[in-house]
């Protein structure tokens, strides 16, 4: 599966962003997906994911309750929704998925275990 990732921006802090990852294939409904971000010089961490027909999300503490991850398989496209965004939110953005990710444990949280990513999408958070 090919993902091509779009919606990142410079936006100020409390605004809005849509982040959407539409891909490739016919099998995206077996594909479980997540987003993840990284800061210049820090390591790859997680932000949301959703499993195959979106039933499950799961999000980082420090997004919780202002993004929203959601799936349309209809139309083999994830989406982000990042709302009152604070500048520490700066980063880029990655979309992924796996066909081999379970939701048993935490390790839907580990970038290691996805085979499949986008090319990234910076977003910045003016303060």
């Known amino acids: 599966v090919q993902l091509i990732e779009s919606g990142g921006g410079l936006v100020q802090a409390a605004g809005a962003l849509t982040h959407s990852c539409p891909a490739s294939g016919r099998t995206f409904s077996s594909y479980a997906m997540a987003w993840f971000l990284q800061a210049p010089g820090k390591e790859r961490d997680f932000v949301a994911a959703?499993?195959?027909?979106?039933?499950?999300?799961y999000y980082s503490d420090s997004v919780k309750g202002r993004f929203t991850i959601s799936r349309d398989n209809a139309k083999n496209t994830m989406y982000l929704q990042m709302n009152s965004l604070k500048p520490e939110d700066t980063a880029a953005y990655y979309c992924?998925?796996?066909?081999?990710?379970?939701?048993?444990?935490?390790?839907?949280?580990?970038?290691?275990?996805?085979?499949?990513w986008g090319q990234g999408t910076q977003v910045t958070v003016s303060s």
């Open positions: 959703i499993s195959w027909t979106g039933a499950r999300t």
């Open positions: 992924t998925a796996d066909e081999r990710i379970t939701y048993g444990g935490t390790g839907y949280r580990t970038p290691g275990l996805y085979d499949y």
